[in-house]
């Protein structure tokens, strides 16, 4: 089956037992694999379906699950096929990420999936695509505002998930009729925003890794352009963009440490004032503390960086009516003249006439 993977010779330098498949998303390395009363910890268990669809799941009857098992589940109703990505002491730790809390009614596992279950279960798998073609026609044909985006059945066969995108409010009543009469299953519609549509189709990044939300992100904070004005990151929508056409998730990766960085630069709006003059904010590196001036408040003329530490130092001396001599500490420096390397040699080295040497015959001294 495409989904059952073992890592046997882990040579990653990491838990051989808790290695999953590169391609699989929302994979989770069980560094606590290896350890002997890891299993017995909890009886939960973290189940993954088709793409980024995860579950967690008590293990009842005891079973001996290790990761990369197919187990058949508890569903409503019948039952569904998944594959398990992790157990132990990190189960409760991911459904912490997913806001569920342990004590929280959850279904069971039923066993390991038979031959039996794995043929109705490709049955199944078969007729998604082909469900969702259709299922998009009769969408059309109804005249509702919704894009189908992925169709999963059930391991058993006997529900279908329609996962669809609507900015609006859709009123999909009738069309759950037309599509429970058209494949003779329990038809449930689920409604996901365009991140998680991303997450399930997958792709690449523009930084050439695989999409977070394919990869790991499971639950989705709002980004705003605030994050990209912290960063000083240029407001150009192609750029900040990610294949979803919203705003990069990664955005808000490192905007907490640009923000406490910030306040130990200056105020932008804030002059300073030296003996040579008044100069003003033009730019600043927010991570190394550095931050050039202008002596033009609407041009690039003679620029200057100095550290931010002298920045607001000279800012306090101006509230005390002092004014420093010049903006670097210690005087302005002069900066070192270019090398002209062709003004090491002469250029008239190649005209000078080359001394003929003195042959001697073998015969004379």
């Known amino acids: 089956m495409e989904y059952e993977y073992k890592c046997g010779d882990c040579q990653r330098g990491l ?4 290695c999953g498949k590169d391609e699989c998303q929302l994979n989770v390395h069980d560094y606590l694999a290896d350890l002997p009363d890891n299993q017995s910890a909890t009886d939960l268990v973290e189940v993954q379906f088709k793409n980024t669809r995860k579950g967690f799941y008590h293990n009842d009857n005891h079973l001996r699950l290790q990761k990369g098992d197919i187990v058949a589940v508890e569903a409503s109703p019948g039952h569904d096929i998944g594959i398990v990505t992790l157990t132990g002491r990190l189960v409760p730790l991911q459904m912490k990420k997913a806001y569920l ?3 929280e009614e959850l279904k069971r596992i039923y066993r390991i999936a038979r031959p039996t279950d794995m043929e109705k279960y490709h049955e199944a798998k078969a007729r998604e695509h082909s469900t969702m073609i259709q ?3 009769a969408a059309k044909d109804l005249g509702l505002e919704m894009k189908i985006g992925d169709v999963e059945y059930q391991g058993d066969g006997n529900k279908a998930i329609f996962y669809y995108i609507a900015e ?3 009123d999909f009543r009738q069309l759950i009729k037309v599509l429970a009469e058209m494949f003779h299953v329990r038809i449930e519609m689920r409604q996901i925003g365009v991140r998680q549509e991303a997450g399930r189709i997958g792709g690449f990044g523009p930084c050439g890794r695989e999409l977070c939300c394919a990869t790991f992100i499971r639950s989705f904070q709002s980004v705003g352009t605030a ?3 912290f960063q000083d990151v240029s ?4 750029k900040l963009a990610g294949q979803c056409a919203k705003l990069k998730c990664c955005m808000n990766y490192e905007v907490d440490q640009y923000i406490e960085a910030g306040r130990r630069l200056p105020s932008r709006e804030v002059v300073l004032q030296v003996m040579d003059g008044d100069y003003y904010y033009f730019k600043a590196d927010i991570l190394s503390g550095q931050v050039t001036y202008s002596s033009d408040k609407h041009l690039a003329a003679n620029l200057t960086t100095i550290p931010a530490r002298r920045a607001l130092d000279i800012v306090e001396m101006n509230r005390r009516g002092e004014k420093p001599d010049t903006l670097e ?3 302005r420096k ?5 090398i002209d390397l062709a003004a090491q040699d002469d250029l008239h080295r190649f005209d000078k006439k080359k001394k003929k040497k003195r042959k001697f015959r073998g015969d004379q001294p």
């Not at 838990?15 to 808790?18: L, P, Q, V």
């Not at 407001?235 to 192609?238: A, K, T, W």
């Not at 002069?334 to 270019?338: C, D, E, G, N, T």
């Open 101 to 103: 809390k342990p004590g």
């Open 15 to 18: 838990s051989a037992c808790g």
């Open 168 to 170: 609006g409010r859709v």
């Open 227 to 229: 994050a990209a004005r």
């Open 235 to 238: 407001l150009n929508p192609q």
């Open 329 to 331: 500490e210690g005087g």
């Open 135 to 137: 299922s998009r026609q």
């Open 334 to 338: 002069v900066a070192p003249r270019p």
